[in-house]
Protein backbone atom coordinates (compact mmCIF):
# COMPACT_ATOMS: atom_id res chain seq x y z
CA UNK A 1 0.00 0.00 0.00
CA UNK A 2 2.91 2.59 0.80
CA UNK A 3 4.44 1.85 -2.62
CA UNK A 4 1.33 2.28 -4.37
CA UNK A 5 0.45 5.78 -2.98
CA UNK A 6 4.53 6.44 -3.05
CA UNK A 7 4.38 5.88 -6.80
CA UNK A 8 0.91 7.74 -7.02
CA UNK A 9 2.39 10.76 -5.40
CA UNK A 10 5.98 10.53 -7.76
CA UNK A 11 2.85 10.41 -10.76
CA UNK A 12 1.65 13.19 -9.35
CA UNK A 13 4.95 15.14 -8.90
CA UNK A 14 5.75 14.90 -12.55
CA UNK A 15 2.20 15.39 -14.13
CA UNK A 16 2.83 19.17 -11.96
CA UNK A 17 6.08 19.98 -13.34
CA UNK A 18 4.72 19.04 -17.03
CA UNK A 19 2.19 21.16 -16.17
CA UNK A 20 4.46 24.39 -14.93
CA UNK A 21 6.41 23.54 -18.54
CA UNK A 22 3.39 23.87 -20.42
CA UNK A 23 2.49 27.03 -19.00
CA UNK A 24 5.94 28.46 -18.79
CA UNK A 25 5.85 27.52 -23.11
CA UNK A 26 2.57 29.29 -23.45
CA UNK A 27 3.49 32.31 -21.48
CA UNK A 28 6.37 32.50 -23.83
CA UNK A 29 8.41 32.83 -21.15
CA UNK A 30 10.84 30.03 -21.85
CA UNK A 31 14.46 30.77 -22.02
CA UNK A 32 15.27 28.79 -24.52
CA UNK A 33 17.38 30.91 -27.46
CA UNK A 34 16.37 28.74 -29.82
CA UNK A 35 12.39 30.55 -29.51
CA UNK A 36 13.84 33.67 -30.37
CA UNK A 37 13.96 35.60 -33.10
CA UNK A 38 15.94 38.36 -33.77
CA UNK A 39 15.76 41.14 -36.23
CA UNK A 40 18.39 42.81 -38.02
CA UNK A 41 18.16 45.62 -40.22
CA UNK A 42 20.41 45.42 -43.65
CA UNK A 43 21.30 47.85 -45.48
CA UNK A 44 23.06 47.40 -48.90
CA UNK A 45 26.28 48.45 -48.35
CA UNK A 46 29.05 45.95 -48.51
CA UNK A 47 30.32 46.48 -44.54
CA UNK A 48 26.45 46.47 -43.99
CA UNK A 49 26.17 43.27 -45.43
CA UNK A 50 29.32 41.41 -44.28
CA UNK A 51 28.77 42.31 -40.58
CA UNK A 52 25.10 41.11 -40.44
CA UNK A 53 25.71 37.97 -41.97
CA UNK A 54 28.51 37.79 -39.47
CA UNK A 55 26.09 38.32 -36.63
CA UNK A 56 23.68 36.19 -38.26
CA UNK A 57 26.13 33.51 -38.29
CA UNK A 58 27.43 34.15 -34.64
CA UNK A 59 23.62 34.30 -33.07
CA UNK A 60 22.72 31.17 -34.71
CA UNK A 61 25.58 28.92 -33.85
CA UNK A 62 24.79 30.25 -30.70
CA UNK A 63 21.10 29.09 -30.92
CA UNK A 64 19.24 31.94 -31.81
CA UNK A 65 17.24 32.34 -34.49
CA UNK A 66 18.28 35.66 -36.94
CA UNK A 67 15.92 37.48 -39.77
CA UNK A 68 17.81 40.25 -41.82
CA UNK A 69 15.19 42.89 -42.61
CA UNK A 70 16.74 45.05 -45.72
CA UNK A 71 15.53 48.61 -45.18
CA UNK A 72 17.38 52.01 -46.23
CA UNK A 73 18.53 54.19 -43.67
CA UNK A 74 15.49 56.00 -42.82
CA UNK A 75 13.31 52.80 -42.52
CA UNK A 76 16.38 51.36 -40.40
CA UNK A 77 15.31 53.90 -37.90
CA UNK A 78 11.84 53.59 -37.68
CA UNK A 79 11.30 50.71 -37.59
CA UNK A 80 13.49 50.65 -34.16
CA UNK A 81 11.35 53.43 -32.94
CA UNK A 82 8.42 51.33 -33.32
CA UNK A 83 10.01 47.98 -31.72
CA UNK A 84 9.51 46.31 -35.48
CA UNK A 85 13.39 45.85 -35.40
CA UNK A 86 15.55 44.87 -33.02
CA UNK A 87 18.92 46.15 -33.77
CA UNK A 88 21.33 48.25 -36.45
CA UNK A 89 24.52 47.51 -36.51
CA UNK A 90 26.00 50.58 -38.29
CA UNK A 91 25.47 54.75 -37.03
CA UNK A 92 28.07 56.84 -37.90
CA UNK A 93 28.88 58.83 -35.49
CA UNK A 94 29.69 61.64 -34.66
CA UNK A 95 29.07 63.52 -38.25
CA UNK A 96 27.79 61.27 -40.76
CA UNK A 97 24.14 59.83 -38.74
CA UNK A 98 24.49 63.05 -36.53
CA UNK A 99 20.79 63.60 -37.77
CA UNK A 100 19.23 60.54 -36.68
CA UNK A 101 21.15 60.42 -33.14
CA UNK A 102 19.35 63.57 -32.51
CA UNK A 103 16.01 62.84 -33.94
CA UNK A 104 15.48 59.25 -32.29
CA UNK A 105 17.85 59.61 -29.33
CA UNK A 106 14.84 59.22 -27.14
CA UNK A 107 13.16 56.75 -28.26
CA UNK A 108 16.04 54.70 -30.17
CA UNK A 109 18.87 53.03 -27.89
CA UNK A 110 22.66 53.97 -29.46
CA UNK A 111 25.25 52.31 -27.83
CA UNK A 112 28.33 54.43 -26.56
CA UNK A 113 30.59 51.50 -27.52
CA UNK A 114 31.77 51.32 -31.03
CA UNK A 115 32.59 48.58 -33.17
CA UNK A 116 35.03 50.04 -35.53
CA UNK A 117 36.85 53.45 -34.11
CA UNK A 118 38.93 54.44 -37.72
CA UNK A 119 36.29 54.93 -40.20
CA UNK A 120 36.64 57.57 -42.57
CA UNK A 121 34.04 59.67 -45.12
CA UNK A 122 34.72 61.99 -48.24
CA UNK A 123 34.65 62.82 -51.56
CA UNK A 124 36.72 60.36 -54.01
CA UNK A 125 38.39 60.71 -57.08
CA UNK A 126 40.61 58.69 -59.45
CA UNK A 127 44.39 59.40 -58.41
CA UNK A 128 45.22 59.93 -61.71
CA UNK A 129 43.03 63.11 -61.73
CA UNK A 130 46.19 64.61 -60.11
CA UNK A 131 44.75 68.18 -60.76
CA UNK A 132 41.74 67.46 -58.34
CA UNK A 133 42.84 67.28 -54.63
CA UNK A 134 40.94 69.14 -52.48
CA UNK A 135 36.70 69.84 -52.30
CA UNK A 136 38.11 73.33 -53.52
CA UNK A 137 39.04 72.12 -56.31
CA UNK A 138 35.95 71.06 -57.86
CA UNK A 139 34.53 74.14 -59.07
CA UNK A 140 37.31 74.89 -61.41
CA UNK A 141 37.13 71.32 -62.90
CA UNK A 142 33.60 71.32 -62.85
CA UNK A 143 33.33 70.74 -66.56
CA UNK A 144 34.82 67.41 -65.93
CA UNK A 145 32.49 66.15 -64.15
CA UNK A 146 29.84 67.37 -66.04
CA UNK A 147 28.80 69.33 -62.41
CA UNK A 148 27.59 65.87 -61.07
CA UNK A 149 28.68 64.18 -57.75
CA UNK A 150 27.75 60.82 -58.51
CA UNK A 151 26.00 59.45 -54.82
CA UNK A 152 24.00 56.35 -53.40
CA UNK A 153 21.23 55.85 -51.25
CA UNK A 154 18.89 58.43 -50.99
CA UNK A 155 18.40 58.97 -47.50
CA UNK A 156 22.06 57.69 -46.20
CA UNK A 157 23.40 59.78 -43.67
CA UNK A 158 26.71 60.54 -45.57
CA UNK A 159 24.09 61.46 -48.47
CA UNK A 160 22.81 64.38 -46.63
CA UNK A 161 26.46 65.54 -45.25
CA UNK A 162 27.03 65.79 -49.06
CA UNK A 163 24.28 68.11 -49.79
CA UNK A 164 25.90 70.17 -46.79
CA UNK A 165 28.89 70.06 -48.03
CA UNK A 166 27.34 71.58 -51.39
CA UNK A 167 26.25 74.35 -49.39
CA UNK A 168 29.71 74.87 -47.07
CA UNK A 169 31.69 75.28 -50.43
CA UNK A 170 28.83 76.83 -52.97
CA UNK A 171 29.86 74.01 -55.29
CA UNK A 172 28.02 74.31 -58.81
CA UNK A 173 27.06 70.57 -58.68
CA UNK A 174 24.05 68.62 -58.47
CA UNK A 175 23.87 65.70 -56.00
CA UNK A 176 22.55 62.16 -58.03
CA UNK A 177 21.32 59.67 -55.88
CA UNK A 178 21.35 55.93 -57.08
CA UNK A 179 22.34 52.83 -55.13
CA UNK A 180 25.67 51.93 -53.64
CA UNK A 181 26.35 49.11 -56.36
CA UNK A 182 25.32 51.68 -59.13
CA UNK A 183 27.12 53.80 -57.98
CA UNK A 184 30.14 51.03 -57.55
CA UNK A 185 29.68 49.81 -60.83
CA UNK A 186 30.22 53.93 -62.47
CA UNK A 187 33.50 54.62 -60.33
CA UNK A 188 34.92 50.78 -61.90
CA UNK A 189 33.58 51.88 -65.25
CA UNK A 190 34.91 55.25 -65.20
CA UNK A 191 38.76 54.01 -63.99
CA UNK A 192 38.99 51.34 -66.49
CA UNK A 193 38.39 54.38 -69.18
CA UNK A 194 40.30 56.55 -67.35
CA UNK A 195 37.53 59.45 -67.13
CA UNK A 196 36.67 61.79 -64.33
CA UNK A 197 34.52 60.94 -61.36
CA UNK A 198 33.66 62.45 -58.00
CA UNK A 199 31.72 60.12 -55.79
CA UNK A 200 31.29 60.16 -51.41
CA UNK A 201 32.96 57.67 -50.34
CA UNK A 202 34.13 55.85 -46.79
CA UNK A 203 36.51 53.21 -45.57
CA UNK A 204 36.10 50.94 -44.79
CA UNK A 205 35.34 49.56 -48.07
CA UNK A 206 36.41 47.20 -50.32
CA UNK A 207 36.85 49.21 -53.26
CA UNK A 208 40.04 50.66 -52.19
CA UNK A 209 41.58 47.35 -52.69
CA UNK A 210 40.13 46.98 -56.12
CA UNK A 211 41.33 50.99 -57.26
CA UNK A 212 43.40 53.49 -57.29
CA UNK A 213 41.14 56.71 -55.44
CA UNK A 214 41.84 59.75 -53.13
CA UNK A 215 39.90 61.18 -50.76
CA UNK A 216 39.41 65.08 -51.76
CA UNK A 217 40.98 67.45 -48.73
CA UNK A 218 37.86 69.11 -46.81
CA UNK A 219 39.66 71.85 -45.24
CA UNK A 220 36.09 72.90 -43.79
CA UNK A 221 35.48 69.63 -42.31
CA UNK A 222 32.32 69.03 -43.54
CA UNK A 223 32.92 65.21 -43.27
CA UNK A 224 34.63 65.66 -40.09
CA UNK A 225 37.59 63.61 -38.86
CA UNK A 226 37.72 59.85 -37.81
CA UNK A 227 34.31 58.41 -37.45
CA UNK A 228 33.56 55.14 -35.48
CA UNK A 229 30.89 52.75 -36.16
CA UNK A 230 28.15 52.20 -33.52
CA UNK A 231 24.92 49.64 -33.42
CA UNK A 232 21.61 50.71 -32.11
CA UNK A 233 18.96 48.78 -30.95
CA UNK A 234 15.09 49.25 -29.64
CA UNK A 235 14.53 50.68 -26.39
CA UNK A 236 13.82 46.99 -24.75
CA UNK A 237 16.15 45.21 -26.35
CA UNK A 238 18.64 45.02 -23.35
CA UNK A 239 15.91 43.39 -21.11
CA UNK A 240 14.81 40.84 -23.40
CA UNK A 241 18.50 40.21 -24.70
CA UNK A 242 20.53 40.95 -22.30
CA UNK A 243 23.22 38.48 -23.49
CA UNK A 244 23.27 39.06 -26.78
CA UNK A 245 23.05 43.09 -25.68
CA UNK A 246 26.66 41.95 -23.61
CA UNK A 247 27.82 40.36 -26.93
CA UNK A 248 27.29 43.71 -29.47
CA UNK A 249 28.75 46.37 -26.57
CA UNK A 250 31.92 43.95 -26.63
CA UNK A 251 32.11 43.84 -30.26
CA UNK A 252 35.68 45.52 -31.75
CA UNK A 253 37.14 44.97 -35.05
CA UNK A 254 39.99 46.34 -36.94
CA UNK A 255 40.58 47.67 -40.58
CA UNK A 256 42.19 44.23 -41.17
CA UNK A 257 39.65 42.16 -39.60
CA UNK A 258 36.66 43.70 -41.26
CA UNK A 259 38.53 44.56 -44.65
CA UNK A 260 38.94 40.27 -44.71
CA UNK A 261 35.79 39.96 -43.44
CA UNK A 262 33.66 42.00 -46.42
CA UNK A 263 36.37 40.29 -49.18
CA UNK A 264 34.97 36.93 -47.99
CA UNK A 265 31.33 38.25 -48.55
CA UNK A 266 32.02 39.85 -51.49
CA UNK A 267 33.58 37.25 -52.95
CA UNK A 268 30.63 34.37 -52.26
CA UNK A 269 28.29 33.39 -54.11
CA UNK A 270 25.75 33.73 -50.84
CA UNK A 271 26.76 36.80 -48.13
CA UNK A 272 26.19 34.08 -45.38
CA UNK A 273 28.75 31.46 -46.81
CA UNK A 274 31.48 34.11 -46.56
CA UNK A 275 30.72 34.90 -42.96
CA UNK A 276 30.68 31.39 -42.04
CA UNK A 277 34.23 31.14 -43.44
CA UNK A 278 35.51 34.24 -41.76
CA UNK A 279 33.57 33.32 -38.27
CA UNK A 280 35.49 29.98 -38.55
CA UNK A 281 38.87 31.10 -38.79
CA UNK A 282 38.28 34.01 -36.56
CA UNK A 283 37.12 32.16 -33.43
CA UNK A 284 38.84 33.21 -30.61
CA UNK A 285 38.15 36.94 -31.66
CA UNK A 286 34.53 36.33 -30.98
CA UNK A 287 34.66 34.04 -28.13
CA UNK A 288 36.45 37.32 -26.61
CA UNK A 289 33.06 39.44 -27.72
CA UNK A 290 30.42 36.39 -26.76
CA UNK A 291 32.35 35.46 -23.38
Not at 90 to 112: C, G, H, M
Amino acid sequence: MKMWTKGLSLLGTMLFIAFLSACGSADGESTDSSDQEISIGQINWAENIAVTNMWKVILEDEGYQVKLNNLNMGSTMKALESGDLDASLEIWLPVQDANYLEKYKDDVNFSEAAWFDNAKVGLVVPSYMEEVNSVEDLNEHKDLFNSQITGFGPGAGTMEVTEQLIEDYDLNYELLPSSESAMLAEIGNAVKEEEPIVAPLWSPHWIFSEYDLKFLEDPKNTYGGVEKIHHATRLAFDEDYPEVSGWLKNWKMNDQQIGKLITYVEDSEEPADGAEKWVEENQDLIDKWIK
